[in-house]
């Protein structure tokens, strides 16, 4: 039963991190083509926000197991 609920958990945290990423990158981007009017900046905008989503996701949430 725990081994169950072990997986769940793990299952639900994947989706909180894919999260991450969507809204790292879509802020990223718009934060990128809004400053810049571009849209080469948009796309190094979606890219920068993707880097600071898995530095987030994968550093700073990593080592907070107990909030979860």
Known sequence: ?????AEEHMDGV???KGIFFLLGAVFGALTGGVTQETFMATIV???IG????AFF???LL???EHDR
């Not at 039963?1 to 609920?5: G, S």
Request: proline letters at 0%.
């Open 14 to 16: 994947k989706n909180m």
């Open 57 to 59: 996701a994968n550093i």
């Open 1 to 5: 039963m725990k081994e169950k609920q």
């Open 50 to 53: 993707l880097l600071f989503a």
């Open 62 to 64: 990593k080592g907070r």
């Open 45 to 47: 905008g979606a890219i």
